[in-house]
């Protein structure tokens, strides 16, 4: 049985920092697609970064150079480093998988929500001004 499960949000001021980690079991985490989401009050859920099994790494063009994704596949474990924080990052954020068998999603998919199949259950980030 696949789970992920984030841990690390809460509440700051803008400008500072929070770092999300979701461990992962139940399938082979060295051989997945794996994905940060967020979902802001009355919006929809939109990818944020994305890393595969090499390390390449894709971002949303708003947290670039700000928001760091990374993989310990020793420990089946993805993080999201999120510095110089806004208001506007406010959102439940969740750490995604794509099925191994899957393969890599298509060039500029990487951060589609269809491309991934398993979900965590979200964890709250807020960010106050």
């Known amino acids: 049985q696949v789970q ?13 920092s929070l770092r ?20 802001a009050p009355g919006k929809e859920r ?8 090499d390390g390449r790494l894709t971002y949303k063009d708003s947290v670039k150079g700000r928001f760091t994704i ?9 993080t999201l480093q999120m510095n110089s924080l806004k208001p506007e ?8 998988a ?4 899957r393969g890599g999603p298509r060039t500029k998919t990487e951060l589609s ?3 991934y199949d398993y979900w965590g259950q979200g964890t709250q980030v807020t960010v106050s001004s």
């Open 70 to 78: 990374s993989r310990d596949n020793a420990e089946s474990t993805l």
């Open 113 to 115: 929500e269809s491309q």
């Open 46 to 53: 939109e990818g944020v970064a994305a890393i595969d099994n």
């Open 98 to 101: 794509r099925a191994p068998y």
């Open 4 to 16: 992920l499960v984030e841990s690390g949000g809460g509440s700051v001021q803008s400008g500072g």
């Open 20 to 39: 999300l980690s979701c461990a992962a079991s139940g399938y082979t985490f060295i051989t997945s697609y794996m994905a940060w989401f967020r979902q």
């Open 89 to 96: 990052d406010t959102a439940i954020y969740y750490c995604a």
